[in-house]
Protein backbone atom coordinates (compact mmCIF):
# COMPACT_ATOMS: atom_id res chain seq x y z
CA UNK A 1 0.00 0.00 0.00
CA UNK A 2 1.08 3.38 -1.07
CA UNK A 3 -0.28 6.83 -0.08
CA UNK A 4 1.26 9.85 -1.11
CA UNK A 5 0.19 13.08 0.83
CA UNK A 6 -2.16 11.34 3.01
CA UNK A 7 -4.23 14.40 4.98
CA UNK A 8 -6.18 13.93 8.33
CA UNK A 9 -9.63 13.85 6.78
CA UNK A 10 -11.24 16.55 9.10
CA UNK A 11 -8.80 19.05 8.69
CA UNK A 12 -9.58 21.97 5.73
CA UNK A 13 -6.45 21.05 3.21
CA UNK A 14 -7.35 24.59 1.75
CA UNK A 15 -6.83 26.21 5.44
CA UNK A 16 -3.14 25.10 5.09
CA UNK A 17 -3.46 22.77 8.85
CA UNK A 18 -3.08 19.54 7.67
CA UNK A 19 0.14 18.12 7.76
CA UNK A 20 0.29 15.29 4.47
CA UNK A 21 2.42 12.46 5.02
CA UNK A 22 3.73 9.59 2.57
CA UNK A 23 3.07 6.08 3.71
CA UNK A 24 4.66 3.26 2.17
CA UNK A 25 3.75 -0.09 3.52
CA UNK A 26 5.24 -3.37 3.18
CA UNK A 27 4.55 -4.48 6.65
CA UNK A 28 3.90 -4.13 9.88
CA UNK A 29 4.87 -0.32 10.91
CA UNK A 30 5.81 -0.21 14.99
CA UNK A 31 5.04 3.18 15.80
CA UNK A 32 6.67 5.63 18.31
CA UNK A 33 6.59 9.17 18.68
CA UNK A 34 5.72 11.69 21.53
CA UNK A 35 2.30 12.90 22.99
CA UNK A 36 0.42 14.92 20.26
CA UNK A 37 2.42 13.98 17.95
CA UNK A 38 0.64 12.79 15.38
CA UNK A 39 0.48 8.60 15.81
CA UNK A 40 -3.63 8.06 16.25
CA UNK A 41 -4.46 11.09 13.54
CA UNK A 42 -1.67 8.86 10.97
CA UNK A 43 -3.84 5.48 12.47
CA UNK A 44 -6.70 7.09 11.35
CA UNK A 45 -6.17 8.55 8.67
CA UNK A 46 -4.60 5.53 6.79
CA UNK A 47 -8.17 3.61 8.10
CA UNK A 48 -10.36 6.26 6.24
CA UNK A 49 -7.82 6.05 3.19
CA UNK A 50 -8.07 2.32 3.14
CA UNK A 51 -11.55 2.04 3.88
CA UNK A 52 -12.31 4.82 1.08
CA UNK A 53 -10.16 2.87 -1.39
CA UNK A 54 -11.13 -0.19 -1.15
CA UNK A 55 -14.76 1.20 -1.70
CA UNK A 56 -13.53 3.02 -4.51
CA UNK A 57 -14.60 6.41 -3.51
CA UNK A 58 -12.36 9.42 -3.57
CA UNK A 59 -9.58 8.96 -0.51
CA UNK A 60 -7.99 11.92 1.60
CA UNK A 61 -4.68 12.14 -0.44
CA UNK A 62 -2.50 13.32 -3.65
CA UNK A 63 -2.46 9.48 -5.34
CA UNK A 64 -2.68 6.25 -3.17
CA UNK A 65 -2.46 2.72 -4.32
CA UNK A 66 -4.67 1.06 -1.78
CA UNK A 67 -4.89 -3.48 -2.09
CA UNK A 68 -8.14 -5.35 -1.49
CA UNK A 69 -7.77 -5.75 2.19
CA UNK A 70 -9.96 -8.92 3.17
CA UNK A 71 -10.42 -7.13 6.33
CA UNK A 72 -10.06 -3.57 7.92
CA UNK A 73 -9.13 -3.61 11.86
CA UNK A 74 -8.88 -0.73 14.08
CA UNK A 75 -8.15 -0.71 17.92
CA UNK A 76 -8.04 2.96 19.65
CA UNK A 77 -8.24 3.72 23.45
CA UNK A 78 -9.78 1.13 25.33
CA UNK A 79 -12.23 1.84 28.32
CA UNK A 80 -13.72 -0.22 31.24
CA UNK A 81 -17.10 -1.56 31.16
CA UNK A 82 -18.53 -1.79 34.65
CA UNK A 83 -21.33 -3.59 33.42
CA UNK A 84 -19.87 -6.29 31.78
CA UNK A 85 -17.29 -6.50 35.03
CA UNK A 86 -14.09 -5.74 33.04
CA UNK A 87 -11.60 -3.32 33.13
CA UNK A 88 -9.96 -1.57 30.57
CA UNK A 89 -7.35 -3.73 30.02
CA UNK A 90 -9.36 -6.61 29.73
CA UNK A 91 -11.39 -4.74 26.83
CA UNK A 92 -8.23 -3.96 25.08
CA UNK A 93 -7.10 -7.98 25.09
CA UNK A 94 -10.48 -8.73 24.01
CA UNK A 95 -10.15 -6.61 20.89
CA UNK A 96 -6.26 -7.68 20.23
CA UNK A 97 -7.88 -11.67 20.28
CA UNK A 98 -10.64 -10.96 18.02
CA UNK A 99 -8.08 -9.09 15.64
CA UNK A 100 -5.74 -12.04 16.10
CA UNK A 101 -8.29 -14.62 15.01
CA UNK A 102 -9.36 -12.94 11.66
CA UNK A 103 -6.11 -11.36 10.79
CA UNK A 104 -4.59 -13.03 7.70
CA UNK A 105 -1.82 -11.81 4.95
CA UNK A 106 -4.39 -9.74 3.15
CA UNK A 107 -5.61 -7.59 6.08
CA UNK A 108 -4.86 -4.18 7.96
CA UNK A 109 -4.58 -4.11 10.94
CA UNK A 110 -4.05 -0.96 13.01
CA UNK A 111 -3.44 -0.98 17.05
CA UNK A 112 -3.11 2.50 19.04
CA UNK A 113 -0.72 2.39 22.60
CA UNK A 114 -0.62 -1.08 22.59
CA UNK A 115 -0.98 -2.49 26.10
CA UNK A 116 -1.11 0.84 28.00
CA UNK A 117 -3.87 -0.57 30.57
CA UNK A 118 -1.44 -2.56 32.50
CA UNK A 119 1.48 -3.01 34.63
CA UNK A 120 4.44 -1.32 32.68
CA UNK A 121 6.99 -4.71 32.61
CA UNK A 122 4.74 -7.21 31.66
CA UNK A 123 2.69 -4.96 29.50
CA UNK A 124 5.47 -4.41 27.11
CA UNK A 125 6.47 -8.80 27.09
CA UNK A 126 3.01 -9.01 25.71
CA UNK A 127 3.12 -6.22 24.02
CA UNK A 128 6.27 -7.93 21.84
CA UNK A 129 4.52 -11.13 21.89
CA UNK A 130 1.86 -9.62 19.61
CA UNK A 131 4.08 -7.49 17.67
CA UNK A 132 6.12 -10.62 16.87
CA UNK A 133 2.33 -12.35 16.24
CA UNK A 134 0.88 -10.12 13.64
CA UNK A 135 4.64 -10.37 12.05
CA UNK A 136 4.37 -13.98 12.10
CA UNK A 137 0.92 -13.40 10.33
CA UNK A 138 2.53 -11.06 7.45
CA UNK A 139 -0.59 -8.01 7.53
CA UNK A 140 -0.10 -4.81 6.82
CA UNK A 141 -0.66 -2.01 9.57
CA UNK A 142 0.57 0.17 12.26
CA UNK A 143 0.94 -0.45 16.46
CA UNK A 144 1.59 2.28 17.92
CA UNK A 145 3.11 2.34 21.12
CA UNK A 146 4.71 4.72 24.29
CA UNK A 147 6.20 1.22 25.91
CA UNK A 148 9.70 1.96 24.83
CA UNK A 149 11.22 -1.07 26.47
CA UNK A 150 9.85 -3.35 23.48
CA UNK A 151 13.33 -2.10 21.78
CA UNK A 152 14.88 -4.14 24.61
CA UNK A 153 12.98 -7.06 24.06
CA UNK A 154 15.28 -10.04 21.77
CA UNK A 155 11.65 -9.82 19.02
CA UNK A 156 11.49 -12.91 16.77
CA UNK A 157 10.22 -10.56 13.90
CA UNK A 158 11.10 -10.83 10.18
CA UNK A 159 9.09 -8.13 8.49
CA UNK A 160 8.25 -5.54 11.35
CA UNK A 161 10.01 -1.68 10.34
CA UNK A 162 10.02 0.94 12.64
CA UNK A 163 8.87 3.86 12.23
CA UNK A 164 8.20 7.42 14.21
CA UNK A 165 6.48 10.65 14.15
CA UNK A 166 9.11 14.05 14.01
CA UNK A 167 10.16 16.35 16.35
CA UNK A 168 12.58 19.22 15.36
CA UNK A 169 14.33 22.07 18.02
CA UNK A 170 13.08 25.22 18.44
CA UNK A 171 14.64 27.73 20.50
CA UNK A 172 15.94 25.26 22.91
CA UNK A 173 12.25 23.03 22.83
CA UNK A 174 11.32 19.85 21.08
CA UNK A 175 8.38 20.40 18.99
CA UNK A 176 6.41 18.04 17.09
CA UNK A 177 6.61 18.12 13.19
CA UNK A 178 3.71 15.23 12.63
CA UNK A 179 5.75 14.16 9.81
CA UNK A 180 6.03 9.95 9.31
CA UNK A 181 9.79 9.29 9.31
CA UNK A 182 12.02 6.12 9.49
CA UNK A 183 13.71 5.28 13.17
CA UNK A 184 12.61 5.12 16.68
CA UNK A 185 11.23 7.97 18.60
CA UNK A 186 11.66 7.74 22.75
CA UNK A 187 11.11 11.64 23.03
CA UNK A 188 7.15 11.44 24.81
CA UNK A 189 6.78 15.61 25.63
CA UNK A 190 5.18 14.43 28.38
CA UNK A 191 6.86 16.97 31.12
CA UNK A 192 5.77 19.84 28.54
CA UNK A 193 2.57 18.31 27.47
CA UNK A 194 1.32 18.12 31.49
CA UNK A 195 2.70 21.58 32.00
CA UNK A 196 0.52 23.09 28.87
CA UNK A 197 -2.45 21.26 30.38
CA UNK A 198 -2.05 23.61 33.42
CA UNK A 199 0.03 21.28 35.88
CA UNK A 200 1.16 23.34 38.30
CA UNK A 201 5.19 24.36 37.67
CA UNK A 202 6.27 22.37 41.02
CA UNK A 203 4.75 19.25 40.12
CA UNK A 204 6.78 19.13 36.79
CA UNK A 205 9.86 20.18 38.42
CA UNK A 206 9.82 17.44 41.01
CA UNK A 207 8.84 14.90 38.08
CA UNK A 208 12.07 15.79 35.94
CA UNK A 209 14.07 15.16 39.35
CA UNK A 210 12.41 11.54 39.62
CA UNK A 211 12.78 10.90 35.81
CA UNK A 212 16.33 11.92 35.57
CA UNK A 213 16.94 9.41 39.59
CA UNK A 214 14.92 6.80 37.25
CA UNK A 215 16.40 7.16 34.15
CA UNK A 216 19.89 6.89 34.89
CA UNK A 217 19.06 3.85 36.22
CA UNK A 218 17.41 1.88 33.20
CA UNK A 219 20.35 3.27 31.66
CA UNK A 220 22.78 1.17 33.68
CA UNK A 221 20.96 -1.72 33.27
CA UNK A 222 19.92 -1.41 29.98
CA UNK A 223 24.06 -1.07 29.39
CA UNK A 224 24.86 -4.12 32.52
CA UNK A 225 26.77 -6.73 30.83
CA UNK A 226 27.83 -5.11 27.48
CA UNK A 227 31.46 -6.04 26.64
CA UNK A 228 33.97 -3.68 25.49
CA UNK A 229 34.97 -3.72 21.80
CA UNK A 230 38.70 -3.58 21.19
CA UNK A 231 38.08 -1.67 17.96
CA UNK A 232 36.33 1.73 19.36
CA UNK A 233 35.42 2.04 23.15
CA UNK A 234 31.80 1.40 25.21
CA UNK A 235 29.12 3.68 26.35
CA UNK A 236 27.89 3.62 29.50
CA UNK A 237 26.39 5.73 32.48
CA UNK A 238 26.24 4.29 35.85
CA UNK A 239 24.53 5.65 38.62
CA UNK A 240 24.98 4.21 42.15
CA UNK A 241 22.76 5.40 45.16
CA UNK A 242 23.95 6.05 48.57
CA UNK A 243 21.75 7.20 50.71
CA UNK A 244 21.92 10.20 53.33
CA UNK A 245 25.11 11.81 51.39
CA UNK A 246 25.91 14.43 48.73
CA UNK A 247 27.35 13.93 45.44
CA UNK A 248 30.96 13.90 46.05
CA UNK A 249 33.12 12.09 43.04
CA UNK A 250 32.74 10.98 40.07
CA UNK A 251 34.79 8.49 38.06
CA UNK A 252 35.63 8.82 34.57
CA UNK A 253 36.67 5.92 32.83
CA UNK A 254 38.53 6.28 28.88
CA UNK A 255 39.07 3.42 26.61
CA UNK A 256 41.40 3.25 23.84
CA UNK A 257 41.06 2.09 20.41
CA UNK A 258 44.96 1.11 20.32
CA UNK A 259 47.99 0.85 22.70
CA UNK A 260 50.36 1.73 19.81
CA UNK A 261 51.38 5.33 17.77
CA UNK A 262 48.19 7.54 17.73
CA UNK A 263 47.42 9.59 14.96
CA UNK A 264 47.07 13.37 15.02
CA UNK A 265 42.86 12.18 14.14
CA UNK A 266 42.92 10.16 17.49
CA UNK A 267 45.14 12.94 19.72
CA UNK A 268 42.39 14.85 18.88
CA UNK A 269 39.41 12.43 19.29
CA UNK A 270 41.39 12.33 22.77
CA UNK A 271 41.19 15.68 23.69
CA UNK A 272 37.73 16.22 22.61
CA UNK A 273 36.83 13.32 24.50
CA UNK A 274 38.51 14.77 27.54
CA UNK A 275 36.65 18.02 27.36
CA UNK A 276 33.26 16.34 27.14
CA UNK A 277 34.13 14.33 29.96
CA UNK A 278 34.96 17.55 32.51
CA UNK A 279 31.92 19.47 30.91
CA UNK A 280 28.98 16.59 31.44
CA UNK A 281 30.88 15.79 34.86
CA UNK A 282 29.96 19.56 35.78
CA UNK A 283 26.67 19.34 34.82
CA UNK A 284 25.70 16.15 36.18
CA UNK A 285 27.19 17.93 39.53
CA UNK A 286 25.10 20.61 39.04
CA UNK A 287 21.99 18.58 38.65
CA UNK A 288 22.55 16.18 41.07
CA UNK A 289 24.07 18.49 43.77
CA UNK A 290 20.72 19.93 45.56
CA UNK A 291 19.60 15.56 45.88
CA UNK A 292 20.14 14.17 49.07
CA UNK A 293 21.60 10.93 47.14
CA UNK A 294 25.42 10.36 45.74
CA UNK A 295 25.71 8.88 42.26
CA UNK A 296 29.20 7.72 41.27
CA UNK A 297 28.85 8.41 37.63
CA UNK A 298 30.95 6.31 35.01
CA UNK A 299 31.51 8.53 31.72
CA UNK A 300 32.52 6.70 28.44
CA UNK A 301 33.12 8.61 25.06
CA UNK A 302 32.68 6.30 22.37
CA UNK A 303 34.72 6.74 19.00
CA UNK A 304 32.82 5.57 15.65
CA UNK A 305 35.71 5.04 13.24
CA UNK A 306 35.44 6.65 8.96
CA UNK A 307 33.86 3.18 8.20
CA UNK A 308 32.20 1.90 11.09
CA UNK A 309 28.36 2.25 11.90
CA UNK A 310 26.57 2.73 15.59
CA UNK A 311 26.18 -0.20 17.60
CA UNK A 312 22.45 -1.19 17.85
CA UNK A 313 22.23 0.16 21.59
CA UNK A 314 22.23 3.89 20.65
CA UNK A 315 18.69 2.94 18.54
CA UNK A 316 16.07 5.35 20.21
CA UNK A 317 18.68 6.73 23.21
CA UNK A 318 19.54 10.37 23.21
CA UNK A 319 22.81 10.97 22.37
CA UNK A 320 25.22 13.91 22.22
CA UNK A 321 28.10 13.43 19.20
CA UNK A 322 31.06 15.21 17.43
CA UNK A 323 31.72 15.08 13.79
CA UNK A 324 35.38 15.06 13.10
CA UNK A 325 35.98 16.61 9.58
CA UNK A 326 38.73 16.12 7.01
CA UNK A 327 40.41 19.55 7.99
CA UNK A 328 40.14 18.93 11.32
CA UNK A 329 36.79 20.79 11.97
CA UNK A 330 34.29 19.58 14.46
CA UNK A 331 29.99 20.07 14.61
CA UNK A 332 28.59 19.17 17.37
CA UNK A 333 25.19 17.74 17.63
CA UNK A 334 22.38 15.93 19.39
CA UNK A 335 19.84 13.17 18.28
CA UNK A 336 17.94 10.48 19.14
CA UNK A 337 18.59 8.57 16.10
CA UNK A 338 22.50 8.76 15.95
CA UNK A 339 22.67 5.48 12.79
CA UNK A 340 20.29 8.11 10.32
CA UNK A 341 22.53 11.21 11.85
CA UNK A 342 25.47 9.46 10.93
CA UNK A 343 24.29 8.59 7.77
CA UNK A 344 22.74 11.84 6.95
CA UNK A 345 26.52 13.36 7.57
CA UNK A 346 28.33 10.76 5.74
CA UNK A 347 26.13 11.91 2.19
CA UNK A 348 27.64 15.24 2.35
CA UNK A 349 31.60 14.79 4.41
CA UNK A 350 32.47 11.31 3.34
CA UNK A 351 33.11 8.54 5.69
CA UNK A 352 34.49 10.69 8.56
CA UNK A 353 34.27 10.02 12.28
CA UNK A 354 32.30 10.70 15.18
CA UNK A 355 32.27 10.81 18.93
CA UNK A 356 29.43 10.27 21.20
CA UNK A 357 27.87 10.12 24.65
CA UNK A 358 24.87 8.54 25.60
CA UNK A 359 22.63 11.14 28.13
CA UNK A 360 19.73 10.16 29.70
CA UNK A 361 16.94 11.58 27.34
CA UNK A 362 16.31 14.51 25.34
CA UNK A 363 16.15 17.78 27.64
CA UNK A 364 19.91 16.75 29.13
CA UNK A 365 21.08 16.02 25.40
CA UNK A 366 19.98 19.67 24.50
CA UNK A 367 21.73 21.38 27.18
CA UNK A 368 25.02 19.12 26.98
CA UNK A 369 25.04 20.12 23.37
CA UNK A 370 24.54 23.75 23.82
CA UNK A 371 26.92 23.48 26.41
CA UNK A 372 30.31 22.45 24.41
CA UNK A 373 28.95 24.51 21.33
CA UNK A 374 29.93 27.80 23.65
CA UNK A 375 32.62 26.20 25.70
CA UNK A 376 34.91 23.59 23.40
CA UNK A 377 36.32 27.03 21.08
CA UNK A 378 37.54 28.39 24.68
CA UNK A 379 39.45 24.91 24.73
CA UNK A 380 41.17 25.67 21.16
CA UNK A 381 38.86 23.99 19.48
CA UNK A 382 37.24 24.95 15.91
CA UNK A 383 33.33 24.60 15.63
CA UNK A 384 31.53 24.77 12.23
CA UNK A 385 28.31 25.34 13.83
CA UNK A 386 28.77 27.76 16.37
CA UNK A 387 25.36 29.96 15.73
CA UNK A 388 23.98 26.94 17.03
CA UNK A 389 24.79 27.69 20.14
CA UNK A 390 23.27 30.65 20.30
CA UNK A 391 19.18 30.21 19.73
CA UNK A 392 19.00 28.80 23.26
CA UNK A 393 18.19 29.86 26.64
CA UNK A 394 20.80 28.19 28.38
CA UNK A 395 24.76 27.54 27.98
CA UNK A 396 25.55 31.05 26.40
CA UNK A 397 26.58 32.79 29.59
CA UNK A 398 30.14 33.90 30.01
CA UNK A 399 29.09 32.98 34.18
CA UNK A 400 30.58 29.40 35.88
CA UNK A 401 28.72 26.59 35.58
CA UNK A 402 27.85 26.72 39.49
CA UNK A 403 25.69 30.02 39.06
CA UNK A 404 23.71 28.79 36.17
CA UNK A 405 19.93 29.04 36.16
CA UNK A 406 18.90 25.93 32.86
CA UNK A 407 15.25 25.73 31.87
CA UNK A 408 14.60 22.64 30.97
Request: hydrophobic share 35%.
Amino acid sequence: MKITGLSPYWFDVAQGDAIHNTVEMHSLFLLTGPNGGGKSSLLRSVCAAALLGICGLMVPAVSATIPHFDSIMLHMKSYDSPADGKSSFQIEMSEIHSIIAGATSKSLVLVDEICRGTETAKGTCIAGSIIETFDKIGCLGVVSTHLHGIFNLPLDTMNTVYKAMGTEEIDGHTKPTWKLIDGICKESLAFETAQGEGIPETIIERAQELYLSLNGKDLCAENAGTEVETQSPNSMLKYFDEPNDRPSRIMTKTVHSRANRVSSTERLQKEVASAITKVYQEKLVELYMPRNVSEVTEITCVTVASREQPPPSTIGASSVYVMFRPDKMLYVGQTDDLEGRVRAHRSKEGNVSFLYIIVPGKSIACQLETLLINQLPRQGFQLINLADGKHRNFGTSNLSLESLTLHQ
